[in-house]
Nanobody, 119 residues
């Protein structure tokens, strides 16, 4: 299973970005998708997750500003980020977990996309 993330870039404080992450490969099901971020020297931290029941979870600082959603047919998860702050700057990684056609469980990570927020 491979994940391809896109949508990062440079934005001013208060601006918006939309990240996308498409899954491909021998996928039987996707039970969980999420976005995480990491700043050099820090641990990777959860930003938002969504499961097969469309239940979502956000880190506290993202609530009210970020929205995670998914397109089942496209095997894609999105992260709409509004009112961006300098502290949101990081490399954002997508994650997907589910069953492959083998069938074996998978836990896949995307390559990361850089988000830079200028003050």
């Amino acid at each position: 299973v491979q994940l391809q993330a896109s949508g990062g870039g440079l934005v001013q404080t208060g601006g918006s970005l939309r990240l996308s992450c498409a899954a491909s490969g021998s996928i039987l099901s996707i039970n969980f998708m999420g976005w995480y971020r990491q700043v050099p020297g820090n641990q990777r931290e959860l930003v938002a997750t969504i499961n097969s029941g469309d239940n979502t979870n956000y880190r506290e600082s993202a609530k009210g500003r970020f929205t995670i959603s998914r397109d089942i047919a496209k095997k894609t998860v999105y992260l709409q980020m509004n009112i961006l702050k300098p502290e949101d700057a990081a490399v954002y990684y997508c994650n997907a977990q589910g069953l492959g056609t083998n069938p074996k469980a998978y836990n896949a990570w995307g390559q990361g996309t850089q988000v830079t927020v200028s003050s």
